[in-house]
């Protein structure tokens, strides 16, 4: 693995190893994210119709992964939907987000914060 990216070995058998980079765990917290109803975009204003237009990569703006063997901390910056209530919108997004982590990964996820850093206007209740 020649890049400079973060990855943690998460299965290792007689078949051979799998390893996960820290982008990957990003971008399905991202995804995970902004599926909550609520959440008007992350916080680099990335959402769900932009994916095709700007590719993958930009689907981790906004999330800050910490890997360890086999645990993982998030950090995602959201902008909150007008309307919406912020305790019920980020207890949704941190469920939402250790599932499809756990569920995709077999990581453990020791935590997820919710930042909010702003309210979106443009997607109103």
Do not use: C, W
């Amino acid at each position: 693995m020649a890049d400079n990216r973060k990855v943690v070995k998460i299965k290792e058998d007689n078949l051979g190893e799998v390893h996960i980079a820290d982008e990957v765990v990003a971008i399905i917290a991202g995804l995970a994210a902004t599926e909550v109803d609520g959440v008007g975009s992350m916080a680099g204003n990335i959402t769900n119709e932009l994916v095709s237009k700007l590719g993958m990569k930009n689907l981790s703006k906004g999330v800050h992964i910490e890997m360890a063997e086999n645990s993982v901390q998030v950090e995602v910056a959201l902008n909150i939907a007008y309307g919406f209530a912020i305790p019920e919108v980020s207890a949704k997004v941190q469920e939402k987000v250790k599932s499809a982590i756990e569920t995709m990964t077999g990581l453990t996820v020791s935590g997820v914060d919710v930042r909010i850093a702003s309210v979106d206007m443009r997607n109103t209740k």
